[in-house]
């Protein structure tokens, strides 16, 4: 099947503003399941545009900007060849089985930073550690009970909420659930790391939260599975319909966009964003 993604990201300022170097990671991943037919990438500001592999392996585009400006486009038009994935098509080596994973010396030296914990926060029973259980069930009751207990509110703008600000508050974007599961995961002795991406639905009825704008969701390393994706917000393992851009440790790592204005004041600045996902017949 063939999807064209057309994605905008618009950045006004209420002045002339000298801009930091932009890194952009709105690149589709490429893998078995996801080849791209064509791709048309731009940055408008008469921006220097250099193409990057980062440490996590995204496809980035660094920008760099010569000269002050009042806005700047970032721009990408993609059409993709997707294959159907099934999200549960993987056998899991006998140290996998359960969680938490007896992760081999050979897998520990490479997951080390995706087992370590972020946070201190109390954990909820479905969430939290509580003996040896059976690796796939555990993780969907974890996935299936985030969807069911926090209710999803966009908010275009800003960092994760803490994990315990969401628990307390049960709601939240989609950027805030992955923060949860990551903790949630790692106290559970399981590797995870974060991912950013596009979400799409096939159907018109199908009803998936964040295809609207790009989504967020978590990968965690399951032994003879390698990375598997997660979405909590959803409330499923991921399939082909989650178009991963990006993946790393923390949010800004898997950031769409990063960098900064320089100026003599604080200057007010406005950002729009616009995303089509649709089948290219």
């Given at each position: 099947m063939l999807i064209r993604i057309d994605?905008?990201?618009?950045?006004?300022?209420?002045?002339?503003?000298s801009l930091?170097?932009?890194?952009?990671?709105?690149f589709?991943?490429?893998?078995?399941?996801?080849?791209?037919?064509?791709?048309?990438?731009?940055?408008?500001?008469?921006?220097?545009?250099?193409?990057?592999?980062?440490?996590?392996?995204?496809?980035?585009?660094?920008?760099?900007?010569?000269?002050?400006?009042?806005?700047?486009?970032?721009?990408?038009?993609?059409?993709?060849?997707?294959?159907p994935r099934n999200a549960l098509h993987f056998l899991l080596d006998s140290h996998g089985v359960q969680i938490p994973p007896d992760?081999?010396?050979?897998?520990?030296?490479?997951?080390?930073t995706y087992l370590a914990g972020t946070h201190t926060v109390a954990l909820p029973a479905p969430l939290s550690p509580s003996g040896r259980r059976p690796t796939v069930d555990?993780?969907?009751a974890m996935v299936r009970w985030m969807n069911e207990q926090i209710t999803y509110e966009r908010r275009d703008e800003g960092p994760p909420l803490p994990p315990e600000q969401l628990l307390a508050q049960r709601k939240g974007t989609c950027r805030d659930y992955t923060a949860l599961l990551l903790e949630?995961?790692?106290?559970?002795?399981?590797?995870?790391?974060l991912v950013s991406g596009y979400l799409w639905k096939d159907q018109p009825s199908e009803q998936r939260i964040g295809e609207d704008d790009l989504h967020a969701w978590v990968e965690a390393y399951l032994?003879?599975?390698g990375w598997i994706g997660l979405d909590p917000t959803?409330?499923?393992?991921?399939?082909?319909?989650?178009?991963?851009?990006?993946?790393?440790?923390?949010?800004?790592?898997?950031?769409?966009?990063?960098?900064?204005?320089?100026?003599?004041?604080?200057?007010?600045?406005?950002?729009?964003?616009?995303?089509s996902i649709q089948a290219d017949e």
């Open positions: 994605y905008c990201a618009d950045y006004e300022y209420g002045d002339q503003v930091s170097p932009h890194v952009i990671r709105i589709p991943r490429r893998d078995m399941f996801v080849h791209s037919v064509d791709l048309a990438f731009q940055c408008s500001g008469d921006a220097d545009i250099q193409f990057r592999r980062d440490l996590f392996d995204n496809e980035t585009a660094y920008c760099f900007f010569p000269a002050a400006v009042h806005a700047f486009q970032v721009t990408l038009r993609a059409t993709l060849e997707l294959k992760y081999s010396d050979e897998e520990l030296v490479q997951l080390q555990t993780l969907m949630a995961l790692r106290q559970n002795g399981v590797a995870a790391r032994p003879g599975a959803n409330g499923t393992f991921c399939d082909h319909h989650a178009i991963a851009t990006a993946a790393g440790l923390t949010p800004d790592d898997i950031a769409p966009v990063s960098g900064t204005y320089y100026g003599m004041q604080q200057i007010p600045s406005r950002l729009s964003t616009r995303l």
